[in-house]
Structures are given as C-alpha cells and as structure tokens.
C-alpha cells in the first residue's frame, strides 16, 4: 500500500512538471502531505498554482481512483516540450510498466 502512495505522488509530481511555464513558485510542504491518494487529489486541487490540463488530470483522477496512461503520457509529453523550449531538450524513454524515464 506504501508502495501505491509513492507511485501516485511521483506521478501526481510528474503531472504538476507538465505545467514549468507557471511563474508561481511551488512551495514544498515537508513532511506527509497526505493519508490516502484521495486526499493527495484534494490537496492538488485545492491549489491555486496549476493549470487547466492539472485540474482535470487530478479530476478524473479523483473520479477513477488513477491516473490514467494517456494522462500520464500527456504530462510527460508536456514537461518535455516545456524543458526543450528552455534550451533543456529531454528525450523521453518508455519503460514496459508504462511509466516514462528522462535521458
């Protein structure tokens, strides 16, 4: 189960890299910052720092409790192309479990 709250946070991470172009600085909260994936979803949601593509990513989210591999590729898709415009190009490898890698 502990192992499924961090594969949800590091994606939960990787949607909210999908939005680089903000200007709002990200704060970090230290420590646990949620019990369950549900309340993970209610935090991002209840930020006033992400992007349209966040929100609905986090909704269905909510809705399906997951994120869902198009979602996923999406964001990633999304970082990458935000990291190359900045002069960062990032080439994006797909593992067999369907999670990304950046080289």
């Known amino acids: 189960m502990l192992r499924r709250h961090r594969v949800a946070a590091a994606i939960l991470a990787v949607i ?3 939005g680089c172009g903000s ?3 990200q704060t970090r909260p230290s420590g646990k910052i949620a019990g369950s ?3 993970l979803l209610d935090f991002k949601l ?3 720092d992400i992007n349209d593509f966040e929100r609905d ?3 269905r989210a909510k809705e ?3 994120i869902a591999q198009a ?3 999406e964001a990633y898709a999304r970082y990458a192309d935000c990291m190359s415009e900045r002069g960062y190009p990032v080439t994006l490898k ?3 479990n369907g999670s990304a890698e950046a080289a």
């Open 57 to 59: 990513v986090y909704k």
């Open 94 to 96: 797909k593992l067999p």
């Open 64 to 66: 399906t409790g997951r």
């Open 71 to 73: 979602d996923y590729d």
């Open 23 to 25: 200007n709002v600085a």
């Open 16 to 18: 909210s890299l999908a």
């Open 46 to 48: 209840s930020r006033s």
């Open 37 to 39: 994936f549900e309340e």
